[in-house]
């Protein structure tokens, strides 16, 4: 189901850094499938779909007041899916998202 519409830009932050000594990466096939499969359809037929594009980000407080900021300019919007899940539903979550079934940044409520 497509959130966007066909003049939209969709921008998949990914983060990395390092966590108890490892290198971690938020980084999957299907970011780098969308990529690949947005850019050769809007090379194609350019506007056909929604732009795509990927950032890579560590921790870093500058990079994340200049995110702020593109969205308190509402030149960024984020977009979350409907469904709520409680902390003590934190794998049906997960399984929801990695599913498809997600529309948007899945929210887990903590309290």
């Known amino acids: 189901k497509n959130v966007l519409k066909k003049d939209g830009h969709y921008l998949n932050i990914i983060s ?19 990529l690949i499969k947005h850019k050769l359809a809007n090379f194609i037929r350019p506007g056909a779909i929604p732009k795509y594009d990927v950032i890579g980000v560590k921790p870093d407080g500058e990079q994340l007041q200049m995110v ?3 969205v308190r300019e509402e ?3 984020s977009v979350f899916d409907p469904q709520i899940f409680g902390f003590n539903e934190i794998a049906d979550a997960h399984m929801y998202s990695e599913r498809g079934y997600a529309t948007g940044k899945v929210v887990v409520r903590i309290q």
């Not at 990395?16 to 969308?34: A, D, H, M, P, R």
Request: net charge neutral.
């Open 16 to 34: 990395s850094g390092t966590v108890n000594g490892k290198e971690i990466s938020s980084l999957q096939i299907g970011n780098i499938f969308n």
């Open 68 to 70: 702020f900021d593109l």
């Open 75 to 77: 030149k960024l919007t």
